[in-house]
C-alpha cells in the first residue's frame, strides 16, 4: 500500500489511462516525407536540409553542416486520432550543454484551434533514433498539425503515427508571404527550450508569415557566396540578424555586400537590419562588452552609409533593449532563454510588423 | 586568409584575448566547503546535499534521492579575481531531455553589484568531472559572488578557481529571514535554463530572503515522514507548491497532516499554498487536464476546510494563471521553461510579498 502511494503521479495517470483505455489501437506510422514540410528556403525533395548544400561546394564546411539541421522546418498535416506519435532519427552528434535535447534533437506539435496556433506537445530524444507519443487522449475532431523538427540537428528520416482507423493527410503552408531570417545561434534558436520557441517559427505563428530560418550558429558571418545564396532565395522580405558573429571589421567589410547584393535581386523589397543582443557575459567580462558594442557601433554605420547610398525600404532594430536590462534573458551569457527571446520578440514585432504589412 | 575569415568570432576573441594577455597568470583552487554555504534547509558539515537523507531512513527512495541534488544551494565569497572558474565531479547519471545540461549537472554565477545580484557566467558541464572558467576579463575591483549549484545532480565536489596572487574568502549569506519551499520538479526547478533561474532562486535575489528548496521532482506528494521533516525546518514562512505531484486523492487525504503539523512546531509563522501549475499537455490530453483540474480544486477545498478549522496565516495562491494563456510557458508541456517562470513570479511575487514583509 505505501509503495503504491508513493509512485509519481505520472506513473498513477499511466495506470488511470490503461485502464480507462483496455483496447489501445496500435499505432500506424507514414513517412513525413508525404506530407507538406514548410520553412525550406528552396523546396528539396525527400531532405529535411534547409538548403541544398551540393550546390554550394564552396560554403564554408561549418555552414554547410549547420545547413543540414532542421531548424525552422515543419511538416503540416491533419488527422482526427486522438493520439499522434512520431518516429525520427538524427545524428550521435552530442547535445549541446547550454540546450535541452528537446530542442536540439527532438520534435515540437502545434494544433491550429480557433485560428491560433497552441502547443500540444513534444517529441523527447533519447537516442539517435525515437520514438515518442506527442499528444493523446484528445477528442477526436479534425485537427490541423504542425510539427516542428529539431533546431540543432538532421533529421535522418521521420514518421509520423496516428491510431490505426485514422487518416492523417497532408496540410497546406498555413503561412502567407515568405521572410527570409540569415544570422546566428540566435536566429537559429540556441538556447530556447523546444523548437517551436525559436523567434522566427513564433513570429510565424503570431503574424501567420512563413519566416524561413537560416540561423547559422557561430557561422552568420556573411560570406560572399553565402550572401548570394541568401540573396538569391524567392522572399517578399529579409531579416539579417547576422551582426552577433562577424567581427566588427568583418561587419564593416561585409555588411555592404550582403544588403546591396539582395537588393538587386529584389529592387523593392523591406530590408531589415536587427543589431547583435548583448551578450550578458559582457556584463562583467569587459573586452566581450566591448566587442558586442564595436559590432552594433559599426552595424550602425553600416545601415547609414547603405541609407546615405540610396538604399530604401532598409531599417535597423537597434539591440540596446533585446534581451531586458535585468540580465536574466541568457541560458549562458551568450544565447537567450525562452524568457529573452521573448523580450526579444516584444521589440521585434512591433518594430517589423507595419513594415511586413506594407508589402503588397 | 579565407580561412581565417570564417574562424568563428570566439576562436577570433579568444586570439585577440590571448594577444592581449600574453602572459595569463594560472588558476588557484579552494575547496567550496571552506566557503559560506547556503540554501541547505539544515546547515551539514561537508556536504551538497539539501538534507542529510542518513537521518531519514523512513523516507521513500526517490526522495532520498532527490534531496542529495543541490537544488537551490550555493556559495558565497569574495574575490577580487579579474577571473573564477570551477572544478566539480557530479554523478555519471545521464541529463533529463527536457532540460540543458547547464541547469542539470552545471554551475551559475552571480555577482552583487549596486546591491543588485547580477548574472555573471556560467560552469557548462560536459563529463562527471568538469573544469570551466565561469567569467574572464573582468575589472579587478572586489566582487560579491554567489554561485549556484547543479539543481538535479549530486555535487560531489567543487573547487572555486582564482587567478594567482588574488585572494578568495569565504562570504556571508547575503539573504535575511527563511522561506521553506516545499514542492515538485517545478520547485526544483525543472526546466529553467540554468540553475539560477529556477524560481526559489530568481525570488531570493529579487526580494532578499532566503528561499529554502526542497522541490522533490515527481515525488512531492506529502508523505507524513516528510511533512515531518519539512515542519521541523527553522523557517520563518513555509511555501507548499507540492499540488502537482499527488493525485487529487492524495490531496484531499494528506494537506491537512502537512498544514497542521507545520501549524503545531510554528504557530505564527505564515504557510502559503500555491495550486499546481497547469500542465500545458492538457491542453489537448482531456484526463490531463481533468487530473489538474481536479487536483486544484480538491487543493482549493483542504485550504478552506482548514481555514474554517482555526488555522490562521493560511493563504492560497490559484494557479490558473501561473504560465500565462498562450500554453508558451513550458519546455515540455509539464514544467515551465524560463517564460513560464517568470510569469509565474509575476503572480507569486506580488502575492507572497505583503505576507513575508509582515514577519517580525
Known amino acids: 500500500m505505501k509503495k503504491l502511494l508513493i509512485l509519481p503521479v505520472s506513473v498513477c495517470l499511466g495506470l488511470f489511462l490503461q485502464a480507462q483505455q483496455p483496447r489501445m489501437p496500435f499505432i500506424v506510422y ?19 536540409h534547409r ?34 506519435a512520431a518516429k525520427w532519427c538524427v545524428t550521435s552528434r552530442k547535445s549541446g550543454n547550454n540546450m535541452t535535447p528537446i530542442v536540439n534533437k527532438g520534435l515540437d506539435l502545434y494544433i491550429r484551434r480557433n485560428g491560433v496556433w497552441e502547443f500540444a506537445g513534444v517529441g523527447r530524444p533519447d537516442s539517435v533514433c525515437n520514438e515518442f507519443v506527442m499528444a493523446q487522449n484528445m477528442d477526436n ?38 521572410v527570409a531570417v540569415y544570422g546566428s545561434s540566435v536566429t537559429q534558436g ?11 517559427a513564433r513570429l510565424s505563428r503570431e503574424m501567420g ?10 557561422n552568420g558571418t556573411m560570406e560572399q557566396e553565402v550572401a548570394d ?4 532565395i524567392q522572399a ?25 547584393t539582395i537588393r538587386a535581386k529584389h529592387p523593392h523589397v523591406p530590408i531589415i537590419m536587427i543589431q547583435s543582443v548583448f551578450r550578458e557575459i559582457g556584463n562583467f567580462n569587459l573586452p566581450v562588452r566591448e566587442m558586442v558594442r564595436r559590432q552594433n557601433e559599426n552595424t550602425f554605420k553600416e545601415y547609414q552609409k547603405l541609407k546615405l547610398a540610396g ?41 517589423i510588423t507595419p513594415v511586413i504589412n506594407s508589402i503588397p
Open 311 to 351: 538604399i530604401k525600404n532598409l531599417y535597423l532594430i537597434p539591440g540596446d533593449d533585446l534581451l531586458g536590462k535585468d540580465h536574466e534573458g541568457t541560458t549562458d551569457g551568450l544565447h537567450p532563454n525562452d524568457l529573452g527571446f521573448d523580450r526579444m520578440l516584444k521589440v521585434i514585432r512591433p518594430a
Open 141 to 178: 475532431a479534425e485537427k490541423e498539425c504542425m510539427l516542428y523538427l529539431p533546431l540543432y540537428d538532421e533529421v535522418k528520416s521521420l514518421f509520423i503515427g496516428v491510431d490505426s482507423g485514422y487518416q492523417i493527410i497532408s496540410g497546406k503552408d498555413p503561412f502567407t508571404k515568405r
Open 209 to 218: 508569415i512563413n519566416f524561413i530560418n537560416l540561423g547559422l550558429s557561430g
Open 236 to 260: 517578399d522580405a529579409f531579416v539579417l540578424d547576422c551582426f552577433a558573429n562577424p567581427s566588427p571589421e568583418q561587419i564593416t567589410e561585409r555588411t555592404a555586400y550582403l544588403v546591396k
Open 51 to 84: 538548403i541544398d548544400t551540393a550546390l554550394h561546394s564552396n560554403f564554408p564546411a561549418p555552414v554547410k553542416r549547420l545547413l543540414t539541421h532542421s531548424s525552422g522546418l515543419a511538416v503540416c498535416f491533419k488527422t482526427s486520432s486522438p493520439r499522434i
Open 229 to 232: 545564396m541568401v540573396a538569391g
Open 30 to 48: 507514414i513517412d513525413a516525407f508525404s506530407l507538406k514540410l514548410i520553412g525550406q528556403a528552396f523546396p528539396l525533395k525527400n531532405s529535411f
Open 190 to 200: 540556441a538556447s530556447a527550450s523546444r523548437p517551436g520557441m525559436a523567434y522566427p
